[in-house]
């Protein structure tokens, strides 16, 4: 079979417009993926020069000419849908450690209009360093570098700055990565006049990606290949759903002329926290508040989830009646509740997906962490709106106190245990509050509700955690004691079944 090349699969040549920090297959799948249906459809004509920081290969893309294949399966509205494309997009990929000087030189590019990043949530951090060295070491230098070589080369032209936008998964990373910036200029002593040109003339964007994007498994790889009659080994796997909402006024719009009408999916608006609230409440907030009990189920994955009666019925009218209800509502179309409501479903689809190995112990990483910025806000509305206590939202608040429960310590690790098919499944506790279950849960008697109760109020109530005291909501800890109780007593499914009666 003959592998995926420039020579087996022609495609045009266009120039070099995008910089993108990352290599990633989720910039691959949505950014790149998006560039590609544009340049397609003649809306853009204009490719995209990759940045690799992270070591010094990049002969996976080069010996496949820059070209890959993204492969999207799953469900969209019900209906299956199956759609393959090969991706032209990436003209080049440069290796920071040995081609610094080359990525330097690409600042001189009269037609270079927008740069991309998604290294990882602390590569938009400001570390103090020379962005002279070869290369910087952090992002926000090897950026402020490249930056600063732009205005020497352009003579600090208004007509040549530049639209930066992050997607690291950071509320406003834009905003974030310009105060990281702006500081390593000063540290640098790079000038007032750059100064100025910085703020005048590059445009830091908050954004804000939303779509699940997957390196294939062995075997869905080899099926796939099959499938296309050509070997590809950076063949990448997303759902269909995808949405890339980026803050930004009318020079954005029309520097990204990928976005327009067509590409509804590319939300390009002055304020994008709608779309970032909506996301962090139902789709985040949803997976943290039904993993673990999906977990303690014994399930391994969200569309097992989906797959399980009780369990799929939980999801659902979890998000439908308890949290979609609390998601603010700007009263225009397109951000009111029935906007909610359309990606509430869109939501379900995707975790219907049978085709994405979503795995729930992956999402319990930093859980505590997640279930305090994710669902007390929610909690709190909920209250607020209905004067009562949210049934399914404090089921899950209990199934992740009981996920919580350590077992045994090892070397700073901690593991939780759950029966499954007759045996003993132990599972690592990755959060940070770990080791602070552990000590209240040997306070903890499975069988004297009292004692379930006076551990569940001093958690509740503990603002160190939830930056607010959860434990005043009326009738709350009493559910979550309750709940909690039967799980332990009774076990997780028969509460599960009882409480959806």
């Given at each position: 079979m003959a592998k995926l090349t420039r020579s087996t699969h022609p495609a045009p040549v266009f120039p070099e417009k995008i910089l993108q920090f990352g290599t990633g297959v989720l910039l691959r799948g949505l950014p790149d993926y998006l560039v590609q249906k544009a340049n397609a459809e003649g809306r853009f004509g204009g490719s995209i020069v990759v940045v690799k920081s992270t070591d010094s290969q990049t002969n996976e893309f080069s010996d496949q000419d820059n070209l890959y294949t993204v492969a999207v399966r799953g469900l969209q509205q019900g209906q299956a849908v199956s759609e393959t494309t090969i991706v032209s997009a990436i003209s080049r990929v440069l290796a920071a450690q040995t081609q610094w000087k080359e990525i330097l030189m690409l600042a001189r590019n009269p037609k270079l209009q927008i740069v991309i990043s998604n290294t990882t949530e602390v590569g938009l951090d400001y570390v103090e360093e020379s962005i002279f060295q070869h290369p910087p070491q952090s992002f926000p230098a090897k950026l402020t570098a490249f930056l600063y070589e732009r205005f020497r080369s352009v003579g600090g032209s208004r007509a040549k700055g530049l639209i930066v936008i992050p997607t690291e998964l950071v509320t406003d990373n834009g905003l974030k990565l310009r105060d990281a910036v702006e500081k390593l200029a000063q540290y640098n002593e790079l000038g007032k006049l750059f100064t100025k040109w910085l703020k005048f003339h590059v445009r830091f964007c908050n954004s804000l990606v939303d779509r699940i994007v997957t390196r294939p498994t062995h075997e869905a790889q080899q099926a796939l290949q099959q499938e296309v009659g050509y070997e590809d080994d950076l063949l990448t796997f997303t759902e269909p759903y995808h949405l890339w909402a980026i803050e930004?006024?009318?020079?954005?719009?029309?520097?990204?002329?990928?976005?327009?009408?067509?590409?509804?999916?590319?939300?390009?608006?002055?304020?994008?926290?709608?779309?970032?609230?909506?996301?962090?409440?139902?789709?985040?907030?949803?997976?943290?508040?039904?993993?673990?009990?999906?977990?303690?189920?014994?399930?391994?994955?969200?569309?097992?989830?989906?797959?399980?009666?009780?369990?799929?019925?939980?999801?659902?009218?979890?998000?439908?009646?308890?949290?979609?209800?609390?998601?603010?509502?700007?009263?225009?179309?397109?951000?009111?509740?029935?906007?909610?409501?359309?990606?509430?479903?869109?939501?379900?689809?995707?975790?219907?997906?049978?085709?994405?190995?979503?795995?729930?112990?992956?999402?319990?990483?930093?859980?505590?962490?997640?279930?305090?910025?994710?669902?007390?806000?929610?909690?709190?509305?909920?209250f607020e709106q209905f004067n009562a206590v949210p049934k399914h939202i404090a089921l899950g608040f209990a199934a992740y106190l009981l996920f919580m429960k350590a077992i045994r310590e090892e070397k700073g690790q901690f593991f939780g245990e759950i029966a499954v098919n007759g045996g003993i499944l132990t599972y690592p506790i990755r959060d940070d509050k770990a080791g602070y279950f552990y000590g209240d849960w040997k306070t903890v008697k499975n069988n004297v509700p009292a004692t379930v109760l006076a551990f569940v109020k001093s958690v509740l109530s503990d603002v160190t955690i939830w930056k607010t005291d959860l434990a005043i909501l009326p009738g709350f800890t009493e559910a979550v004691a309750q709940y909690l109780s039967a799980m332990l007593t009774a076990g997780v499914e028969k509460t599960l079944i009882k409480a959806l009666a």
């Open positions: 930004g006024d009318d020079r954005v719009r029309e520097t990204l002329s990928f976005a327009d009408a067509s590409t509804p999916q590319i939300i390009i608006d002055e304020d994008i926290n709608f779309y970032r609230e909506r996301k962090l409440r139902v789709l985040n907030g949803t997976h943290s508040l039904t993993m673990p009990l999906g977990y303690l189920l014994g399930l391994e994955t969200v569309a097992d989830e989906m797959s399980h009666p009780a369990m799929s019925k939980f999801v659902e009218s979890l998000m439908l009646t308890e949290i979609v209800p609390t998601v603010p509502d700007y009263g225009i179309p397109g951000m009111d509740k029935a906007a909610v409501a359309q990606f509430a479903n869109d939501v379900l689809d995707r975790f219907r997906n049978p085709n994405l190995d979503h795995l729930l112990l992956n999402i319990s990483l930093q859980e505590t962490a997640k279930m305090q910025s994710r669902n007390v806000a929610t909690i709190q509305r909920y």
